[in-house]
């Protein structure tokens, strides 16, 4: 595979990058511990974009493992989980954080947050979007408990481990290097992410 530059996602903020259908995103944990929220939005149609509930239906699984496709709201395919070099941890439950979550937190609303990330991530590209959907969480590890409720756990990936993403329409993804820093999945200490994309499959 023929790769383009390394693009370095800073610690608590978000990068957007084009994807054409058959083109491969790398996003690897630079220090380990780091969730990403990972969002996909059709390109020549932002409306349309990955669902996890429509996903979890199409799959039958609560989280994601290799070969996984995500489908759109639409229930269309619009990537595929294609190699996973960390312990297989991802998250398909949980929201994107907010200004109102880190308010319920008793944070205040000036804390960063994977939503703002996504809008602000997509303005270079022209792209403005009216809803936050619920994201990939890359390297997030939650666990339910055998009473129904769930445990938010650390990030068990370490410096290097990575996720590759094969994209089945042309589309947008979203990377933020999620800046929670009061629930425990990133250790209390954000770090960045790191994002490779890949002219073709094979």
Known sequence: MRSSSLVV??????????????????????????????????????????????????????????????????????????????????DLLIPACDPARYAALGVGDSHPSCAENLHAALVPLGVSVDVVPQPINVFMYVQVNTDGTLSWLPAPTRAGDAVVFEAALDCIVVVSACPQDVVGINGGRPTPLAVELFDTAG
């Not at 608590?12 to 491969?24: D, H, K, Y």
């Not at 669902?51 to 799959?59: Q, Y």
Request: no cysteine; proline share 7%.
């Open 9 to 90: 996602v800073p610690a608590r903020e978000g990068r957007a990058f084009p994807l054409s259908a058959g083109q491969r995103i790398q996003i690897s944990d630079v220090e380990g511990g780091q969730v990403g929220d990972v969002f996909a939005f059709v390109r020549d149609n932002p409306t349309e974009y990955h669902s996890a509930a429509h996903t979890r239906a199409h799959v039958d699984r609560l989280f994601p493992t290799l070969g996984e496709q995500f489908v759109t709201d639409r229930r269309r395919p619009i990537l595929t989980l294609a190699e996973d070099s960390s312990p297989g941890h991802h």
